[in-house]
């Protein structure tokens, strides 16, 4: 089984732009959306309403910057810091071109860090890329398999 891409958006217009995104990027992964920080980390730490949800850590997170709750960062933070999910790859996709949210991000260990493209083609080009590599090209480290099945990890 493909392992779940996990979306974090709360903007509903960037939401709808990015899934149409993935979708026409034709790629399996089921998309998962969190609206706010606090549920994507309940949702990664398995706890609260998400507590009953299959083991095994997303893909790829696609995460926004300014988020209601907990925003991007402290999400970022909290997931580097845990042993069992400082290896999924952490995209930063947001609207801010600001220095600081920029240096931040590379400092708490992000993957890579995209500025919205404001153009609908452009940004479509830029999420189906995104998709694509970490998704389906890109390597997981040792230990960590792009599937999973009901029993031991396979590649």
Known sequence: MLKPILLIEDNPHDLELTL??????QLANEVVVMRDGAEA????????????RTEG?????LL???LPKVDGLEVL?????SDSLRSIPVVMLTSSREEPDLARAYELGVNAYVVKPVEFKDFV??????????AVLNEPPPGSTRYKR???DFD
Do not use: C, M
């Open 20 to 25: 149409i995104a993935l979708e026409r990027s």
């Open 41 to 52: 980390l309940d949702y990664l730490q398995r706890t609260g309403k998400h507590a009953g």
């Open 57 to 61: 850590n997303p893909a790829v997170l």
């Open 64 to 66: 926004d910057l300014k």
């Open 77 to 81: 933070q909290t997931v580097r810091a």
């Open 125 to 134: 080009a830029a999420i189906s890329e995104l998709g694509i590599f970490w």
């Open 150 to 152: 009901n029993g031991p």
